[in-house]
């Protein structure tokens, strides 16, 4: 059973505009979470992470949200620009270990 | 900046066939990983190896097993290639003391 979900597969937003990512998982073990972008015919590349102590991190356009209490996180990227557009996974790992578990992805067009 | 590398980004073999596919990191990593991404189930963990000659089993290894006699290199290996396993495979690499992976680029493994 699917642990981390992504519940929507696509977002197209206007240049400019605001992109929020949404991810739901359904363990509270989780302890620490990752978003990872991936171009086509590319692995996917590191973007920012949170740890389940805090509830935002950011980083220039991009910040991360955690609500732990209803087990949800959202990426939040402003301003948006072309080339955000690429599908994005957000991971989340259960106390000490080395797994991460994966969401399904959803793939973000920024349109110009 | 941290490469990791796959054998070949695509790859055609038959039903039964024995498939190797190689991974190389150059950043002395401790940790490395396989997955496949397959559309609507997001990267799912096949193993991981947190050091030489260890390995753990990861969300779905029925039908694979991997190797990994060199620090930087990891293997995985289909002992009887199967139709189902026709997916993208995807290697990862980490520091032990860090969360975020370093993806290869994939391999496109058809089975016939």
């Known amino acids: 059973d699917q642990q981390v979900k992504q519940n929507s597969p696509s977002l197209s937003v206007q240049e400019g505009r605001i992109s929020i990512l949404n991810c739901d998982y359904t363990?509270?073990?989780?302890?620490?979470f990752l978003w990872y972008k991936k171009y086509p015919a590319e692995g996917p590349t590191f973007l920012i992470s949170?740890?389940?102590?805090?509830d935002k991190n950011e980083d220039g356009r991009f910040t991360v949200f955690l609500n732990k209490s209803a087990k949800h996180l959202s990426l939040h990227i402003v301003p948006s620009q072309p080339g955000d557009s690429a599908v994005y996974f957000c991971?989340?790992?259960?106390?000490?270990?080395?797994?991460?578990?994966f969401g399904t992805g959803t793939s973000l067009t920024v349109i110009p | 900046d941290v490469k990791v590398t796959q054998s070949s980004r695509y790859l055609v073999k038959r039903t039964g066939e024995k498939v190797f596919l190689e991974c190389v990191q150059d950043?002395?990593?401790?940790?490395m990983f396989w997955y496949r991404q397959d559309p609507g189930l997001g990267l799912r963990l096949i193993y991981f190896s947190y050091d030489v000659k260890m390995k753990e089993k990861g969300d779905i290894p029925e039908g694979y097993s991997v190797s990994r006699e060199k620090k930087e290199r990891f293997s995985l290996i289909l002992e009887s290639a199967s139709t189902n396993q026709t997916s993208m495979y995807l290697c990862?690499?980490?520091?032990?003391?860090?969360?975020?992976?370093?993806f290869g680029p994939g391999t496109r493994l058809t089975v016939t």
């Open positions: 363990n509270s073990m989780f302890d620490y």
């Open positions: 991971a989340a790992r259960e106390g000490a270990g080395n797994q991460f578990y």
């Open positions: 949170i740890s389940s102590i805090k």
């Open positions: 990862a690499s980490s520091l032990w003391s860090k969360h975020e992976q370093y």
């Open positions: 950043m002395d990593h401790e940790n």
